[in-house]
């Protein structure tokens, strides 16, 4: 299986790099790792509704050039359906199983994602109602990826 995550902006804290570098070194005996860095658009201060909507846009015109064509789609958003970690590893077998093995997860910036990222996703993702910094989503997504390879490989990992 191949796993690319699309993530707008770059790992500015060497703590987040050091974290995405361990389960991307985890991850390599299960999969194919890549992470994709789109750069982030500067959003003005005090930025108008069309300011922000310009924003959005040209990040998502980014992130859908970096997509695939046969890709599976997970969106990472607020509206997205929420799983337990056992739900996400079946699914990601399922997957697998089905043959589809390029599977890319994306994470927006500071805004969100625009919404036809969100409508070329097959899936809506949410980790919690929460927000969290999207530099520490890329973190906790590969977490969750690879702790659903483990358990898929009926092999122990902490609860």
């Not at 750069?39 to 003005?44: A, R």
């Amino acid at each position: 299986m191949h796993i690319r995550i699309i993530a707008v902006g770059k790992l500015k804290e060497k703590f987040f790099a050091d974290a995405v570098s361990e389960y991307e070194k985890r991850l390599s005996r299960f999969a194919k790792m890549e992470i994709v860095q789109i750069p982030d658009t500067k959003i003005p201060e005090k930025a108008s509704e069309a300011e922000e909507a310009a924003v959005l846009r040209a990040e998502g015109d980014k992130i859908l050039e970096k997509i695939p064509q046969n890709a599976y789609v997970y969106a990472l958003c607020v509206e997205g359906k929420q799983r337990d970690s056992e739900e996400f590893a079946a699914e990601i077998k399922e997957l697998a199983l089905s043959g589809k093995s390029d599977v890319c997860f994306i994470i927006g910036g500071s805004l969100g994602l625009d919404e036809r990222v969100k409508a070329r996703a097959q899936m809506r993702l949410s980790f919690s109602k929460m927000t969290f910094p999207h530099m520490l989503m890329r973190v906790v997504l590969l977490e969750q990826i690879y702790r659903a390879f483990k358990i898929n490989h009926n092999e122990s990992y902490h609860k």
